[in-house]
Structure formats: structure tokens, C-alpha cells
């Protein structure tokens, strides 16, 4: 089983910055994706970012220039830092670990909300 510590949301002003983390523990292979995702009320949940295990990453086209995913392998832990926030980003992150195999796991945190006023 793999378990998911999300940290670091909070409530921002327009053009402030927060670093969202996420420590995974449990059965996770070497070789897997982690990224995040958010929520906002009354939309489905959908992609921010995702960076593999070879660092290879993926932004949604609304965050690119501004967010920027990392990870630290020999902690199993990812970041992402939110660089000139919108109010249009508040929403719930959650972070998420997808580990290949046939078929797929993928593990989610519990989400960390990030508010951003106007």
C-alpha cells in the first residue's frame, strides 16, 4: 500500500506564491510518475502537472511559465512551486503516484486547499 502527506497549501493574494509538497511512503517503485491535480467546486478534477521518475515533466497549458514540478527520488517526494497565483487556481490539490503494471495503480493524497484572493 502507498500512502500520500500532502503539505504547504494556504489562502494567497493575486500574484503571491505557495509551495505545495507531497512525501510518498509505502510499496512505490522506482520508476513511476507523481504529479498533481486539482479540483474546483463543481468541476471535475483535472491535471496541473506530472514529472517521472527520469524527471520528464507535463504542465496543463493554463499553469505553464508559472508552476514548476520537481522531486527529490531518494525522498520519494514532489513539489510543486505556484509562482504568480490566480484567483482562477483556487481549487483542491491533490497529489498523485501512478505506478506502472497491467493495469496501472494510482494513488491519491487527500488534498490540500489553496485559495487565492482577488
Known amino acids: 500500500q502507498v500512502q500520500l502527506q500532502e503539505s504547504g497549501g494556504g489562502l494567497v493574494q493575486t500574484g503571491g506564491s505557495l509551495r505545495l509538497s507531497c512525501a510518498a511512503s509505502g510499496s512505490i517503485l522506482s520508476a513511476n510518475t507523481m504529479g498533481w491535480y486539482c479540483q474546483a467546486p463543481g468541476k471535475q478534477r483535472e491535471l496541473v502537472a506530472s514529472?517521472?521518475?527520469?524527471?520528464?515533466?507535463n504542465y496543463a497549458d493554463s499553469v505553464k511559465g508559472r508552476f514548476t514540478i520537481s522531486r527529490a527520488n531518494a525522498k520519494n517526494t514532489v513539489y510543486l512551486q505556484m509562482n504568480s497565483l490566480k484567483p482562477e487556481d483556487t481549487a483542491v490539490y491533490y497529489c498523485n503516484v501512478q505506478i506502472p503494471g497491467l493495469p496501472p495503480r494510482n494513488y491519491w493524497g487527500q488534498g490540500t486547499q489553496v485559495t487565492v484572493s482577488s
Open positions: 514529472i517521472t521518475s527520469g524527471a520528464g515533466t
